[in-house]
C-alpha cells in the first residue's frame, strides 16, 4: 500500500496519494468501489469512419494522418491542427493545450480520434476530440469504450486502467445465495461488472444505454439489497436498545377521549393502537406517522403524550414554526383543561425571565407536558424523566435537530408526524428503518377544495370574488408570492400585498401575518381572524403547516408557479375545513417554465397528498424530493425507484431473508457496497 500524505493508508493499492484524493471526490474509497464505478455509456471505436462519411453531430472514430499544425491565435488562441485520410481532410481544434500536446501532434504522425464533427467554415472540423497517436495497423478495440464519470486531473484513460487492474485483483465473489439467485434470475455479479465495464461486441448497445441488460438488473438489485441490509440493521440496531416501557393505562386517555367533541375516525383509532403498543415495548419507538393535511395527527399525538404522562413520564411536541406551535399549544391546553393537566410552552419569542421559568418547570420535573419550538432543545433545557419526543412536520427539521431532541432522554419513544406523504417506494427504502402509521381517512364533513387555475390577468375577477365570498361572511387567505432568495424581498412583497388589498377591498378587515411578526402580534392576527375579526389574511409560508381557521373558505395564492408542490397542497389543506364550499385559486404569471406547468397541472388535478407526492418524486427525482436534510442514508446511483419497483420488492424480501439465513452473506455484501462509505450512515 502507497503511504498517503496524511499518513492514513490508502484502500487502494498501486495509487498515488494524489489519485487517492481525486477518487475520493468521486467517492471511491475501496477496490470494491472501484469495481463498482460503471460506465456512464459508451463510446464505439470498434469502427474507422472515413472523412468523407462524417455527418456533423454523429460522434465517430477516425483514423487520419496529421499535415500540419499551428497555434493560432484568432478569435482566441487555440491549435488548429489539420488530418487526412483517403477520403479528405478535417480540422481538430483545441482551445485549451499543452506544450506537451503540440509537440506531440507533429505532421505526419497517425492519430486515431474520437470525437463530434461538425460543419465548420472551411470545411468538417471536430472540436477537442479525445485522440492518440498510433502505429500504422494498430488493432481497433473489440469492444464498446467505457466512458467514467470523473473529475478534472484523472483522465478516461488512467481511470479505465485502474479498474481494469482492480478488475484482476478484486474480490468479485458472489454474496448471492445461489438458490437466491436463481429464483430470482438474476445474473452473476462478476459476470455482471465485467461485462459493464467491457462489453462484449454482442451486447446490445441500447439496452446497456438503457440499462436493462441484465447485467444492469443484478448492479441495481444489489445496490437495493444493500440499502435493505443497512436499514434493517439500523432498524434492528434501535431495537436493541432499552427505553422506558410506557405500557397502555387508560387512567387519562379514556378521560380524554371521553371529553373529546368528536370521535375519533376509524383511521385515528388503528393508528393510535399501533402508537399505544409500541409505547408499552422496552425499545424506543421510531414511528413515522403520516397523515394528510387535516387527516387529525394532532388528535393523536395528544393520546400519545397521555399515555407517557401516565406512566410518571414527560412528553414533549416540538413544531417547526411559532405559529404552528402555538396552535398545538392553544389545541392541547383547550384539550388537557378538563384533566387538570398544565403544559409548558416554549419558544424563542417568549422574554427571558418567561423562558427561565419554563425551562425550570420543565427541568424540575413538575411540567409533565411540553409544547415549542427549537427553542425547547436549546441547551438550557433538561427532561429528567422524558418518556416520549413528538415531531411534528418531521421533514421540516435537520436530521442534527431531531437527533439533539432524541439525547434529551435517555432513549425516548420517538414519533415523528408528517403531512408530505413519502411515496411507498421511498418509504420503502429511504425511510425503511421506520415504522409507519397511516391515517389515510379524513375526519368525517370535509368538503373537496375547489382548484381553480386564473393567469394574473385576471386578478380583478378574484378580488370581487373575495368581496363576495366575505359579504357573505365567510373569509379567505391571500397567500404572498414566494421570494426564496431573500427573506427581506419576501418581507418586503408581503407588505405590499397587504397595502394594495386594503385599499382594493376598503370595506373589508384585511390582516397580515409573515415570518418576522413578533410573537404576540402573530398570536393577536391569528386569533383576530380565528374569531372572525379579520375577513382576509395575507400571509407568507407561515400558513403553510398546521393553521387551522374552519370558517376560511377561499384562498388564493400569488405566483403560484413559483410554490414547490408539497407547498401547494399544504397551503390548500388550510381551507375545506369546513360546511362551505372551498375554493383555492392558484394565480399565474407568464411565461411559465415547463415545469411549473408540471406543477400547476398536477396540483389542479389532483387532492391526494399521496398522489401528488407520487407525481412529484417523478417529477424531481428522489434527491431532490427528500432535500439535502434528510441525507444521511445512502443514496441510490443506478437503481430508479419507480422504474425499479419490482427489484426494490425483490431486495427487499432479499434482505429479510439474508439476515435470517445467511447473516455472514450479508455482511459481505454490506460491506463490498457500502464499506467506504460508512460515515455516511451515522445516523
Ligand atoms: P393534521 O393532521 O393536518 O395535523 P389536525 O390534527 O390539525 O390535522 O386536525 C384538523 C382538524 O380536524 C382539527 O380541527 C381537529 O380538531 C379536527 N379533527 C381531528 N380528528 C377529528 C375527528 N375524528 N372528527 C372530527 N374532527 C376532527
Ligand atoms: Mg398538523
Redesign the pocket.
Known sequence: MMPRADGAPSAIPGVTSATTDKLAKLGIRTQADLVVHLPLRYEDETQLTPIADLRPGVPAQVEAEIVDSSVQYRPRRQLVVRVRDDSGVLVLRFLNFYGSQVKQLAAGRRLRLFGEPRGGFLGDEMVHPRCRVVEEGEALPEALTPIYPTTAGLSQLALRRLIDLTLKQADLAETLPNTLRKKLRLADFAGSVRLLHHPTPQTAAADLDARVHPAWRRIKFDELLAQQLSLRRAHEARRAKTAPPLPKKGTLTKKFLAALP????TA?QRVWREIAHDLGESHPMQRLLQ?D???????VAALAMLQAVENGYQAVLMAPTEILAEQHYR?LAQWLAPLGLDIAWLSGSLKKKEKTAMAEAISSGRARLAVGTHALIEEAVTFPKLGLAIIDEQHRFGVRQRLTLREKGVNPHQLM?S?TPIPRTLAMSYYADLDVSV?DEL???RQPVLTKLASEARRDEVIARIRDACAQGRQAYWVCPLIEESEKLQLQTAVDTFERLRTELPRLNVGLVHGRLKGEEKARVMADFAAGKIHLLVATTVIEV?V?V?NASLMVIEHAERFGLSQLHQLR?RIG?GADDSVCILLYAHPLGEIARARLKIIFENADGFEIARQDLHLRGPGEFLGRRQSGVPLLRFADLETDADLLEAAREAAELLLKDYPDAADRHVERWLGGRRELMKV
Request: proline share 8%; charged share 15%; glycine share 24%.
Open positions: 368528536f370521535t375519533l375516525t385515528q397523515g393535511v387535516g387527516s387529525g395527527k394532532t388528535v389545541k408526524m403531512a391515517i375526519p368525517p364533513g398546521g387551522d374552519a389543506g375545513r
